[in-house]
């Protein structure tokens, strides 16, 4: 089955700056992307997402890389804001009944 | 719309105990599936479906039943509690593009 390998697993950042978050998958197959953002004590909620046909994908302050050939896609997140503090995991699946996470990485965005 | 209800959200249970997380989706998606989520592991697959009458097993079934009789509902058995099911279990139902996740249920088993 897929694996996927999140790092860093904690991530500290200063107001403004940006951070990047790195994941790798296994499956060759796996065409769907998404990155998840998780707020202490509620459910993951989706932020942004991406498929194998293409590169990137950016929604204002946050973009999604893939690189299909070296299996890896990264998070972006530019300008940060301490709200943007969290968990965020990536996913990866070929499609959404099997979708396999990341462990997950703690940002912490410092004022 | 209320999209993914679980229940209960709360939960403590004693070791060799029985019950059953349920979920139910009004969203008429085939996909259903259940997670649970432990400190540093992100979260891991337990059942999934992909319509009534069809499950399958994920990442790790080992303790867990689950049946899917109609489209709406996907309750989660756990058949004899053990302390290693301590956890947080979110259902999930989706689409072709979206997966989209209940509240959560927090199970303490002691």
């Known amino acids: 089955g897929e694996n996927v390998e999140q790092h860093p697993s904690t991530l500290s950042v200063q107001e403004g700056d940006s951070a990047v978050i790195k994941c790798t998958y296994s499956?060759?197959?796996?065409?769907?992307f998404p990155w998840y953002k998780q707020e202490l004590g509620k459910r993951p909620q989706l932020i942004i997402d991406?498929?194998?046909?293409?590169g990137e994908k950016k929604d204002q302050r946050i973009a999604v890389t893939l690189n299909k050939t070296a299996k890896h896609f990264s998070l972006h997140i530019t300008e940060t804001q301490p709200e943007d503090s969290a968990v965020y995991f990536c996913?990866?699946?070929?499609?959404?009944?099997?979708?396999?996470f990341g462990a997950g990485t703690r940002l912490t965005v410092k004022p | 719309n209320a999209g993914v209800t679980q229940t209960p959200k709360f939960q403590v249970l004693k070791t060799g105990q029985s019950m059953t997380l349920q979920c139910a989706q009004d969203m008429n998606h085939e996909y259903m599936s259940w997670y649970r989520q432990d400190p540093g592991m992100g979260l891991r697959l337990i059942h999934y479906?992909?319509?009534?009458?069809?499950?399958d097993q994920g990442e790790v079934p080992n303790g867990y039943n689950v049946s899917r009789s109609t489209t709406e509902d996907f309750p989660l058995r756990l058949l004899s509690a053990a302390p290693s099911q301590t956890s947080v279990y979110f259902c999930?139902?989706?689409?072709?593009?979206?997966?989209?996740f209940g509240e959560g249920s927090w199970l303490t088993v002691v």
């Open positions: 499956d060759s197959a796996s065409n769907y």
């Open positions: 996913a990866a699946s070929r499609h959404n009944n099997d979708m396999r």
């Open positions: 479906s992909v319509g009534a009458g069809i499950t």
């Open positions: 999930a139902s989706s689409d072709e593009n979206t997966i989209y």
């Open positions: 991406i498929r194998s046909n293409v």
